[in-house]
């Protein structure tokens, strides 16, 4: 199965319903990859918006 960003969160998941924000708009058209594995400690994550640990697109269309 192919992955898909969520265009509420942008989190990249395989699943039909996005888990961190239980919405089901998700797309196959994203850009950029962004890993994040201590959300917490991160600047990345804090620049994001990102509250939670996972892979996550840039930019989703």
């Known amino acids: ?3 898909r960003a969520c265009k509420t969160c942008r989190r990249i998941i395989k699943a039909q319903v ?3 924000c239980k919405t089901y708009t998700l797309s196959y058209d994203y850009d950029g990859l962004v890993i994040i594995n201590d959300y917490q400690n991160s ?7 990102i509250n939670e640990n996972g892979k996550y697109a840039l ?3």
């Open 18 to 20: 996005c888990p961190t």
């Open 59 to 61: 930019k989703v269309r």
């Open 43 to 49: 600047q990345i994550a804090e620049k994001l918006n």
């Open 1 to 3: 199965m192919k992955e």
